[in-house]
């Protein structure tokens, strides 16, 4: 997979290559909140005509020899002879190296907030929990944050990397908690809706999101997982025509 051009041979030094998870084909792209993460910071600088990269999808059951000498993780960025496979360190080496659009961001609160909600998602996910009532007090409290802020965004009005990083997450418990446990985002949540829908309406994100059936695939593949029925198995199958969940409740 390969996106805004690019040739390592003689390549300008803001080319930059990413690395990121492969599909249940082991070539399409596949589902990982964190490489989405970082190929939306990259697609954002890239619009502002800072860098240009290629997107390189990744199997890491079978990873290909020149990439094992690289990382045994991903995401992965490649610069150069720079390589960066720590999530944190890609960010700051994005923002250190390619600082437009500034996506850096110091509200203590709205990253307070956003700490745990994941990992609330995973204990469910993976009936580790069998009620989703922490999950839904995460949400909650992203909800009154939203709704006090008034903002887009959860740290203004235009997006920043604490975007890039909660935007993935959401979409992941999104599609996976309807397919493997039938739970729904409360619509009460007009907030958080709200925010989910700017995401829907940016080039960005949309470009960047996995699909649902790839995200279904990457939490169904977990031992700890619900197992799919038979009728869900044909629904999210990855043979289908890609589908994406972008819309979102009437919030009147």
Not at 51 to 58: K, N, P, R
Not at 149 to 161: A, E, H, P, V, W
Not at 225 to 246: A, C, I, N, R
Request: with cysteine.
């Amino acid at each position: 997979m390969e996106t805004n051009g690019g040739n390592e041979n003689g390549a300008p030094s803001n080319y930059l290559q990413l690395y990121v998870k492969a599909g249940e084909n082991m070539r399409n792209y596949g589902a990982c909140p964190f490489c989405q993460m970082v190929y939306m910071i990259m697609d954002l600088k890239a619009r502002e005509g800072e860098l240009t990269y290629d997107v390189v999808t990744i199997s890491m059951s079978r990873p290909p020899l020149d990439f094992k000498k690289l990382a045994n993780r991903l995401p992965v960025l490649k610069h150069g002879d720079e390589i960066l496979s720590d999530n944190d360190e890609i960010v700051q080496y994005l923002d250190k190296n390619f600082p437009h659009p500034d996506l850096r961001y110091d509200n203590e609160e709205a990253n307070a907030v956003c700490l745990n909600f994941f990992s609330k998602f995973s204990f469910y996910i993976k009936q580790v929990k069998n009620s989703p009532e922490n999950l839904l007090k995460e949400l909650a409290a992203i909800n009154a944050f939203l709704e006090r802020s008034g903002t887009r965004y959860l740290c203004g009005d235009t997006i920043s990397n604490l975007d890039c990083l909660v935007l993935p997450k959401l979409q992941h418990i999104r599609v996976a908690c309807k397919a493997l446990k039938d739970f729904d985002i409360p619509a009460s949540m007009k907030a958080l809706w709200k925010y989910i829908g700017q995401a829907y309406e940016s080039t960005t994100f949309r470009k960047t999101c996995p699909s649902d059936q790839e995200i279904v695939y990457h939490w169904s593949q977990k031992a700890e997982t619900p197992h799919l029925s038979d009728e869900k198995m044909k629904e999210y199958s990855t043979d289908k025509e890609p589908k994406f969940s972008v819309t979102i409740p009437d919030l009147e």
